[in-house]
């Protein structure tokens, strides 16, 4: 095929004429540089070796390190190089050996000058959990391209070291391409003024270039300032991009668009209409967007689609751009929300809103036209699977946390990567397809919370715990079929190094969540404590259950009773027997009057570990009893009895699933046969967890194609074809088709008890499988969920053509 045609067909249309192969090139994605991550360079909780607190940034063009609690800004200065995956994995010495950077901001009151310097000095007062619910360092949008946050509380003080009554606020705003430094002062006869410097690179205000400096600004108006990495690229702003967004399927058909120079973005307003998400379990948003350029330059066209104060299907939603004629093109997405109420209703930042963002570059004189989509409940009849950054903002820590969910109604599995509410590393767990908290018998709603867990609770032999340290998220796929996010980092001590795949698969039976552990030791690791994983996090564990299981592939192990909580071990270092291991946690303590509650399970699918210099075959398991609110117990991943210290080139590979398990067939009022049967006959038991470690398994072949991972299941293709037949499975099985050259024309075939038909889930129309591009290979994945076979020789046989 000519690369003009390949690329044609990518996904999008759009041309400057009416020939096909000259509609949009796959130039016009977002770029392997297009890409912006934050995180604590040290730690939420630690300092650099100066004692400061240090926020870092990078993107796929430059890196950035500030010092917020001190109002400095570190260093600034281009970085390139890395790719989104690779760079959440990196050290802190790149953006650490930048130059240095400063930003200053002053306010004029009346004859006097009044310099910040310094900023969220109520953090040094902070006590108990209800002053963290203000905290002033705020991560607002935190995603694949934008990275917003405030910092609240600047001081202004003079030469005679007189302080200025009245506080400001300070936006950074980094997107792949640009910074901007956003002022603002509580003070109506305050004139602002910003200044930043970065080496010999140009500075540029909004809208011009200047010599690293800005006017005093007016009473009343915010002072910003802009660093872009790249020469001109201020002519490269969307300010004069033509709009077109039209809705497909709601009463606002034209909706409204506007650029906003302070944050870099251009908006398109979406219908604001509230709606309810038990009456709309379908629905699909489709927005038919034009955009034109008509500048002889290429623009780079920071997308951003909002709704604005509704909260219909705020917990769960996946936005897409498919072409017109509803193709997935595979453009990557963030989603960034809020829906905790804010603490003051004159807060910038009020909630409820969700922003939807993507970049995209537009060559000079050129049309585009394709559909913006955002599916929230079902994709294709079955709940869709979703994971991203909910903003805290009105909730209190104001850090990042990140939400998976099946469907839109209420969040199924938390992540607080930072632990900044210092409880676990995975926070809440709700069960789906149950009857709600509400008390009565209601249908897609929230429903009660049986988190949480946590990752790697490595205590050394003086009794700290040594937290994760520079943890950078990635969000390489958001669903709808399959997500896929990364958290990167290492420990405080630097001694082990850590990498966490976590990822939720759309299904209509269980919430389950499959989690890849990869830790590192650097160096020499002794410890007073060590837990790989655990299920009931140390701080986080108000659940209570009666009873415990052990089992394997093949059965039941042992199952007992136990004593709740006293901060202990109750049973330690025992060694799983099977090539699948699994614990059930079962006859859940809960008030039937505030809704059902959930059993929770955990399955270790594969595992390779080397511990203290010597292969370990096996996971081992402990039992410790939690103290959290209510007494309780956990179970862990740990160490083998007698070990006290890793040595360097020690490891742990693990693949860890988590399962939040309907306790009774009269709970769960989803479509799904299977469990409702396995309820019915092992509920409120081990049963249904020692079901889902083996029937569940699934062991693929491939006839046309190449095999390239089994957790998920991913074949490459063959010259766009592939086929392979998948033994076992429960509910819907998780299947990657790797290696497509476009999503054009793709169809799918299930052979099942030797009769083929054509597969299509399709509510919509192509409203079934997920497709992602992958920008180094310039390939496409394509995602499906296939009915299991959970009946006969349990085979099926799925097939894919197409993608050319």
Known sequence: MMLTSMLALAGIVGSQTA????????????????YAQSWWADGWRGTDPSGRRVLAFQTGHYGMTIDPEHMQLLALGPLSGASYESAAREVNSAVRSLGEASLTITARVRDQIYHVVRAAQSIKKMKDYRDYANYPIRL?????????????????????????????????????????????????????????????KTVSGIGHPFAGTRDFVPPGQVASVSYYPRDGSVDEEAQDVIVSATNLNAPVKQLKADFDPLHGWLKVHMDETEWDEASDVNRLDQIRVSLENPSSKTKIVRLLFERDQTVGGLTGMVPMIRSVAGVPTGIPMQVSKCWPKAHEKNDIEYSPWARHITVLHLPPHSKTAFEFDVTYGMWGGIPGASQDQLCL????????WDVAALGCWGESICYEAEMSQDRGFIDDFRPVLVWSNSGSKRKWFWTNNVGGGDLLVYIDPSGLRQHFARVRTAFLEHGPNLTHVLYAGDTQDGNIQVSIDTRTPRSDDINRAVHHIRYDVLKRTPFSRLAFYQLGADRYNDSQFNRLAMGTENGLTEEWSFKKGGSAYARKGIQGLGATNWVSLHEAVYDPKAGPSANRGLIVRSWKARLGGKDVPRPFFSFFGTEDQRPSMNVELSPPPGLTELLPGDYVDATVEVLTMPMFAADYYGPNKGLREALRAGENTWKPILREAAEAAVTPSVSIGRLVGTLPIEVAVDKDRAAVTLLGGLAFIPIRFSGLQSCNNLKFFLTQSGKRAAFDQ???????????????????????????????????????????
Do not use: C, M
């Open 140 to 200: 607002i949008e935190g995603g694949r391209y934008l990275q917003r946050w405030d910092i609240l509380e600047l001081e202004f003080v003079n030469d005679l070291g007189e302080k200025l009554d009245a506080v400001g606020r300070l936006e950074i705003v980094v997107w792949p391409d640009r910074v901007s430094f956003v002022a603002h002062i509580n003070l109506d006869n305050a004139f602002l003024s910003i200044r930043l410097k970065s080496g010999s």
């Open 762 to 804: 399709s509510t919509h129309g192509q409203d079934f499988w997920q497709a992602d591009r992958d920008p180094i290979a310039g390939t496409w994945t394509v995602t499906l969920n296939v009915p299991a076979n959970e009946s006969g020789d349990r085979r099926i046989t799925v097939e894919l053509t197409g993608g050319s």
């Open 19 to 34: 020939d096909r192969t000259s509609a949009i090139a796959v130039d016009r994605y977002p770029s392997l540089q297009d």
């Open 393 to 400: 903002i009105g909730w209190g820590f104001n850090g990042a």
